[in-house]
């Protein structure tokens, strides 16, 4: 694993150490799912451009085409 550092006042380490959490689980959780957060905004958001991109149909061609699917049957 790789190690990073965050300074953080000392008022909020003292209370830190008053609780008994594992901090570093806690912070790497976070991480995690910040990361997970961002990477599904990102997929969403190229989604939409690709879908913007698409033209739209007609008003009633997905009625068109059941019609003309059920008619040929």
């Known amino acids: 694993m790789d190690v990073i550092s965050v300074r953080i006042p000392k008022e909020l380490k003292r209370m830190m150490k008053e609780v008994n959490i594992n901090w570093s689980e806690e912070i790497r959780k976070f991480i ?34 059941v019609r003309e699917d059920r008619d040929s049957n």
């Open 32 to 65: 995690e799912k910040r990361v997970r957060e961002y990477k599904r905004l990102r997929t969403l958001e190229e989604i939409d451009s690709l879908l913007s991109d698409i033209p739209e149909a007609e008003v009633g061609t997905a009625k068109d085409y």
